[in-house]
């Protein structure tokens, strides 16, 4: 099922997100929210962690008469559970699209992959822009007709460029950053500002061939698999929770070219899945881990 079919499915549906420490009570006072508000669960994923002793929550519902629901009086109400059990929570509309900035530098097949997913209803997301350090990229987003800014990036207009990438974010209203392929470290101060809401694809697994040109060393050492990393973006490069992983098994008997078609392959399955579970509110950090509902 395709993520715009599932949305429009969702249509009158909601979904509370959730983490807190693990104490006796927690799905019975939010089973109890929902009954005490005539609502239905009707997906439910949990997942307790032992080490870290923090107890993971989504629960998707709806009126069981189909009523619609407010959302702010939802929010409002279960302020008091949330605070009874010291939780982190988010709690929306199932079907609300968010809205996507995606950054590329020259490498389109992210960039491709995510239009194309998103404009055959496979993201439900809507995508405010694709912002870049170079013009090279232009023509691929107007042909999806998603406005295309370019901003340069120098060591001495790094700053500058960064407060015109912040205006686009907060004028556009952004919910997501994605860097599909982004060629630039992003400053400490904007990783900060991005917390919890940029994702990053990484060219290999992490750990990795670090330097120029990891899928050529990769395929120097004659590595069995290629593969990619999604995760968010931190202060501390390519070291940030990670979300989704994907690989591909090489051999001898493949080219450096065909190496890198199938990195770039993983790269594109990897990212996708990333925002497409991030999107629908299945993601929850954990330390420097996360923990992705299903």
Known sequence: MTATAEAARSAGQYVLML???????????????????????????????????????????AHA?????????LRRDFTQVASRFGMTWRLGDAAARQRVLIMVSKFGHCLN????????????????????????LAMLADNYSVPFTHIPVTPDTKPEAEARLMEIVETEKV??????????????????????????????????????????????????????????????LDEGPIIEQQIMRVDHSISADEFVARGRETECRALARAVRWHTENRVALNGHKTVVLH
């Open 19 to 61: 983490s807190c420490p693990d104490t006796p009570g927690i799905v019975y006072a939010v089973a109890g929210f929902l009954v005490d508000r005539q609502c239905t669960i009707v997906q439910s994923q949990q997942f307790d962690d032992p080490d870290s002793r923090t107890f993971f929550m989504r629960v998707q519902f």
């Open 65 to 73: 008469e189909g009523e619609a629901l407010s959302v702010p009086d």
């Open 113 to 136: 992959d995510l239009l194309y997913r998103n404009s055959v209803g496979e993201l439900n997301i809507d995508i405010a822009g694709v912002v870049s350090n170079h013009p090279d």
């Open 175 to 236: 919910d997501l950053v994605v860097l599909a392929r982004y060629m630039q470290i992003l400053s400490e101060d904007l990783c900060k500002r991005l917390e919890g809401r940029a994702i990053n694809i990484h060219h290999s697994m992490l750990p990795s061939f670090k330097g120029a040109r990891p899928y050529q060393q990769a395929y120097d050492r004659g590595v069995k698999v290629v593969g990619a990393t999604a995760h968010y973006v931190t202060a501390d």
